[in-house]
């Protein structure tokens, strides 16, 4: 019998010379094993054992490529290298992006529960698939949960990486306007020598 100090008992099994029983700690204590063998003698004065409980920690994720700062181009595909880990077991990776109308977009990395308790792996992030609003900065960051079943799952959060996106539609419109510019700046600049030629030349008939 396992006899806590709170008055809780829990029943043992024997198998053989040993004893087997389930608990759920939610809270430290201490407590002691009685035994009574088959002649009715009992542990007069058993030892008595702590319980000391370890608190649940939040999953730990963390972006190792790319670097922060980097410059993309629209359509293109980015390699996200990232680290997670947790005491209790990890589940449902997310990423997480945004841009300047700070509405959140989530790619799934992994769905469920993973088998490991520690990985690095690589995500390919095709950005046709999952287009990014161009020309603007965006704000990255990746999510997992734990699979703390107890008191509900826990999220860890990485830190927040900043995107620099190009459009070359973008691009090529800015440099057709920059033609343009030019164009329309010769034409003033041909218009005046040819006004400046004609004074020139009226100023020599006289």
């Known amino acids: 019998l396992l006899r806590f100090a709170t008055g809780q008992e829990i029943p043992l099994a024997i198998t053989g010379e040993a004893l087997q029983g389930e608990i759920l700690v939610l809270q430290e204590g201490t407590y002691t094993i009685e035994v009574e063998d088959t002649h009715g ?17 939040l999953p730990k994720i963390t972006i190792r490529q790319p670097q922060d700062g980097l410059e993309v181009d629209a359509g293109t595909t980015l390699h996200l290298l990232y680290e997670a880990e947790d005491d209790f077991g990890l589940q449902d990776a997310t990423l997480v992006y945004m841009g300047s109308d700070a509405m959140p977009q989530r790619v799934p990395l992994r769905k469920g529960r993973f088998t490991e308790r520690q990985l690095q792996e690589t995500f390919v992030w095709d950005l046709n698939q999952w287009p990014l609003p161009p020309g603007n900065t ?60 004609a004074h020139m030349h009226a100023w020599q008939e006289q």
């Open 41 to 57: 003698l009992r542990n007069q004065q058993p030892p008595r054992y702590s319980v000391h409980i370890v608190p649940d920690l």
């Open 138 to 197: 965006l704000q990255v960051y990746l999510e997992v949960y734990d699979n703390d079943t107890i008191s509900g799952p826990k999220k860890g959060v990485s830190q927040t990486l900043t995107l620099q996106v190009h459009s070359r539609e973008q691009e090529h419109q800015q440099l057709e306007q920059l033609q343009a510019e030019i164009a329309a700046a010769m034409l003033d600049l041909l218009a005046d020598h040819l006004d400046l030629t």
